[in-house]
T-cell receptor, first 118, second 110 residues
Framework: GAVVSQHPSRVICKSGTSVKIECRSLDFQATTMFWYRQFPKKSLMLMATSNEGSKATYEQGVEKDKFLINHASLTLSTLTVTSAHPEDSSFYIC??????????????FGSGTRLTVV | GENVEQHPSTLSVQEGDSAVIKCTYSDSASNYFPWYKQELGKRPQLIIDIRSNVGEKKDQRIAVTLNKTAKHFSLHITETQPEDSAVYFCAASMGNQFYFGTGTSLTVIP
């Protein structure tokens, strides 16, 4: 089945630094990937939709200059948290959908990245 | 955008009993409704989904019902087992974007 790899799984960074999170579709091409943020014991909040070869579409209230998204190829999307602060500490998770020709209609999630800003 | 509400937020059932989780959505254009199970610290896993042209779908102990008129859908788990304990999320989608419910923490008591 469709596999999405997310890296790193955990990262601790100092306040003011930037962190890059990668999301890769391993066995299918994903024209669209999605980035979510999840607080402890809370739901997944859609942050942005990442489109291959074009600018990401951000949800209302999400700072596009703080959460930089790049979708340079059909198998890779990156989320960069710039000038991270402790309030950015969270679980970030990506998902991707295989092309409509794939058997599964469902989306596949990456394994998530636990970001801790100290 | 779409607004998805989910109830209850926590649910405890005895092993062998049934569990029901309900979700409502706001946008009648939503046409795909998946349910995900998430264990602590792990990625959400799709357990069942339903499209708007179907009223009910069943897969072994799991079933989902959809009422398009009322804009609500429900997850039913029968003969619950301790390994069913997890957080469950419903979602509504129109096209590519998913909007998730707030989650239900299900505990199955042995």
């Amino acid at each position: 089945g469709a596999v999405v790899s997310q890296h790193p799984s955990r990262v601790i960074c100092k306040s003011g630094t930037s962190v890059k999170i990668e999301c890769r579709s391993l066995d299918f091409q994903a024209t669209t990937m999605f980035w979510y943020r999840q607080f402890p014991k809370k739901s997944l909040m859609l942050m942005a939709t990442s489109n291959e070869g074009s600018k990401a579409t951000y949800e209302q209230g999400v700072e596009k200059d703080k959460f930089l998204i790049n979708h340079a190829s059909l198998t890779l999307s990156t989320l960069t948290v710039t000038s991270a602060h402790p309030e950015d500490s969270s679980f970030y998770i990506c998902s991707a959908r295989a092309r409509p020709t794939e058997r599964t209609y469902g989306y596949t999630f990456g394994s998530g990245t636990r970001l801790t800003v100290v | 955008g779409e607004n998805v509400e989910q109830h209850p937020s926590t649910l405890s059932v005895q092993e062998g009993d049934s569990a029901v989780i309900k979700c409502t959505y706001s946008d009648s254009a939503s046409n795909y409704f998946p349910w995900y199970k998430q264990e602590l610290g792990k990625r959400p896993q799709l357990i069942i989904d339903i499209r708007s042209n179907v009223g009910e779908k069943k897969d072994q102990r799991i079933a989902v019902t959809l009422n398009k008129t009322a804009k609500h859908f429900s997850l039913h788990i029968t003969e619950t087992q301790p390994e069913d304990s997890a957080v469950y999320f419903c979602a509504a989608s129109m096209g590519n974007q998913f909007y998730f419910g707030t989650g239900t923490s299900l505990t199955v008591i042995p």
